[in-house]
Structures are given as C-alpha cells and as structure tokens.
C-alpha cells in the first residue's frame, strides 16, 4: 500500500506518529508552504522565516536519510496556496492508496483535515499527536467532571504519572511548587548570558530575502534573527540554557529589565512547538541538572513545571473546549485594539518596551505577555479576538492550541475562569516591583490619580468597579474588593472619571485596528 504522508510545519520531528511504518520503497512525505497558512493571520515575518527554514532543513534531513520527499516552496509555479489544492495536486502526482497525517495543532486545521476522504477521493489516516506528555483522552479522562480546571492539581497529577522531580509518591523537596520563591527583581550587580543568537546560513539567509519582499508589510524585524532551524542546533541552545540560565531561571522567572529582553529565559518555546525539541527530552535535561548538583530545586521546578504543567494544561484545555472556548467573552470586553501595540507608540514604558522587544526579536518573555500587555489589554477592556489575534501574529512560537488559551483564558479571563481562578489583574505597583522601566517613564506608579498617574493604577481599579457584577464574589478578589470599599466616594468616582478619559484618548487618531499593519 503506498502511502503519501503529509508532514505540516509544526510537525518537524523524525518520531513524528505519521513517519512510523514509513516504507523507504514506496512511501513519499509531503510538505508544503502554501500562502494561506502565511497569511491567514499576518504573521511576524521573523516567524514565518524561523518556520519555513526549519521546514526546509527538515526535509533535507530526510532526503539525506533516503526518504523520499516532495517539498512545495512558496514560489513554486502551481503552487495553489492551501493544504487541500496541495494534496489534490500530490495525489496525481503520487498516486497513493492512502494518506497519514498527525493531527495538526489547531482547530480550523483540524476540520479541513475531515473533508479530504472526500475531497480527495483518498482514505485519510488522521494520527494523535504522541509528542506531548498528555494525550488529549487522558486529559478529557481527568477534566470529566469539573466545572473549572486547575493547573496545579493536573500537574501534580503529571508528575506522580511521568515521575519528574519524584521521590517515590513524594515530590523531590517535600512541596509540589516553590514559585514563592520565583519572584526576585533583577539587581544591578547580575548580567544574564548573551542569547547565543545562531548565524542564519545559506538556506536561512534565502528565506529571510523572500520574506523580505514578500511580506514586506507584515509586522516585525528580520535583522535579529537569530533562531536555531535544525534540531542540532535546537538541542544545543538547550544545553546552553540548562549551563548557563536554568540555575538563575527560578530566582529572576518574574523580572523585567529595560536591557535584557531575555533575562534567564529558555528561548526554547519555537523550538518545542515545531518539534525540534521534545518536551519530555527538555523536561528530564533540567531534570538531570538538578540531580548533578548544577541546579537548584526552585529553578527546575518552576522550569518542569512551565512545560509538564502549563503547556500540557493549555493544550489539554484547547482540545476540549474548542470551538466554542474562542467564542466567550464573560467580561463583556468591547474595545478594540489600540494602535500602540503594532507601532509601540506609547508613553507608557512598559508597553513601549515590551513591544519593542517584540518587534525585534518574535519574543517577549512570559511576564511581559501577562503582566503588561496582556495586563494592559484585560484592564483596557479590549475585544478578546483582536488581541488574541495579536498574540497569534508577533510571536515566533505562536500556535493557536497554546496561545488562545493563553490569551483568551489566562490574561482575559474571557472563559470567566475555565482556565484560571482570577485574573491576573495588577496596578503600577506591580510592573515597578518586578521592573526597572517605571524609573524612567513619565508616568509614576506611585501616583494614584491626577497628573503624572500611571494609567495601570486608574485602569486596576476602574476595572474592579466596571466588572464587580462579574468578579464581585470571586474569593480570590475579597481583599482589593475591601479596599475598593474603604476608598471614599469622591476617590473612586475621580479614578472612574480619569480611567474613561484615558481609554476614550486611546482610540484617538490612529489608523483602523486591521486596516494596516506595519
Ligand atoms: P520560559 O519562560 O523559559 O519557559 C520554558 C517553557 O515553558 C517555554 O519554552 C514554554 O514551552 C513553556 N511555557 C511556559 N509558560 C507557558 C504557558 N503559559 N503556556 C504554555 N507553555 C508555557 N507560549 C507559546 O509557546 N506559544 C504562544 O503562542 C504563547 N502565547 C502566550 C500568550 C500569552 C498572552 C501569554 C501570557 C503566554 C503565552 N505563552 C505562549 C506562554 C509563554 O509566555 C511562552 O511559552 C514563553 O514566554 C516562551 O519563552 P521561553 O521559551 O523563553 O519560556
């Protein structure tokens, strides 16, 4: 039986479930660059170089193993832009008695992937994805039930299952998490290591001149890139990482700072939604680290915990709840996007930076994207879609089983708290803590209301007031509710007055939310 196997770009891993059984005498892989997955949002053209380089050594690799491989390029003549013109044209080219795919990481995928029996007049063999920790039935099995979901108690669940940082039944270090600890400003006195950004090569460098021109009016800069493409490479930023970065992971795991976009950061989040890395191979490196001495506790766990806990738990979630978890909007948010989050016009510091950051390099660490322009989004009020949108176009690792739920569950609490308990809500107080940007910002945090106020304050408590229907009797929002109503009448009547005139001013002037992105 010949067998045409259709591998997508985030799919590059040699154990891929569609590869298993391959027939080196018979069998073909397919993959494609087809338009409508480039633009169907319009990515960060760092993105879509980072993925179809990768796709591109990916494909060398097989060939040079003696796979035999039938590989699409963007500007192929013929080339008719979508996974199913594709594979019709494959289909007469190749002549297969059947094709396998694994299933893919998003819905809208997902179900064009069910009309191909059809359409393509071909069985389709649609495999799990086994390169996670959790397959989606066991996920179901351990979310039948609940009325909402914690990530706490599934990963718990995920370490007693895989055994990661597991003494017997006990976890190493007698407590399951030690993010109390995690929660250190940056000081002066301590510099994280450069990046160890990888000189793109001749395939990379041709990529990066088509999308130049290509997608010329996409968002984003192409002059920083400087992400791995093969799975070489990948494995050994991993083990730059766990030399130089995971033992300060934990400690600095919160903090900002103005010049260090990365702090001690992975960088590993493309890499491991491509499938150049396995979560598992990630999971048991800082593991090993810690068992060597090189580590300590608080660091591989908080890092374990991003990867067996919240990845799987977004991606479990996802599954679940789609399609109808895009949909919901429990706090009734209306605004639309501002224009500052594609041109980083802002006086707000904070954002500015974020945003610049993420101009330059398709990344912003996980504080950034909750804390302050997710923050900024939740307490602004803006229209979930259009900032989930934003999130799915500027980052390299941006896929919509991790970044909706991201979105949509943890910084909007859009689900009304499926995902999260409470949102993650902050004032000024907060990015000041864990930052040094507010030094330098002409608003101060310190200032509640009035001239020179920061607008993260105005905007926090507003918020409360706005969405008390909603969030009123939320246990984990009893304290700033009690603080809330100690506030005298004419403090919270100025705040409310101040807020609405600050996100009135928002809109102002700027060109239509999709109208043109830079
Ligand atoms: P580190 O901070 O070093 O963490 C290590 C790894 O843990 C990451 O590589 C990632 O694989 C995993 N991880 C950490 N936090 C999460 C999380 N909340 N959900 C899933 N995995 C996590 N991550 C994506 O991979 N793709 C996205 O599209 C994405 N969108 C996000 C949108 C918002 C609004 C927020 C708040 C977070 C989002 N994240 C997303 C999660 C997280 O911010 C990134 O995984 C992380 O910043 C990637 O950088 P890193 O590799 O340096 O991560």
Redo the contacts with the bound molecule.
Sequence with gaps: MKTLVLILGDQLSRDLASLDGFDRERDVVLMVEVADETTYVRHHKQKIAFILSAMRHFAAELGAEGLAVDYVRLDDPGNTGSFTGELARAVARHRPDRIVVTEPGEWRVRRMMDDWPLRLDVPVDIRDDDRFFCSRAEFNAWAGGRKSYRMEFFYREMRRRTGLLMHGDEPVGGRWNFDSENRKRLPASITPPPRGAIAPDAVTREVIAMVAARFADHFGDLDEFGWAVTRRDALAALAR?VTESLPF?GDY?DAMARREP?V???????Y??VGLLG?RE?CVAAEQAFRAGDVPLNAAEG?IR??LG??E???GIYWLEMPGYAQTNALSAQRPLPWFYWSGETAMNCLAIAIADTRRHA????IQ??MV??NFALLAGIRPAE?EEW??VV?A???DW??L???HG??MFADGGLLASKPYAASGAYIDRMSDYCGSCVYDPRIKTGAGACPFNLLYWNFLIENRSVLGRNPRLAMPYRTLDRMPSQRTRTIVEEARAFLDDLGRDKPGPQSAQP
């Design positions: 990482f992971f795991q990365f001690f950061h992975a960088l590993l989040s493309p491991l939604n979560a990630v890092f991003q990867i919240w990845r738990y977004v991606r990344y912003a660490h996980h994207r909750l322009t997710g900032i999130y799915l980052y690792d941006a896929y991790v970044e739920p991201n979105t943890m910084v």
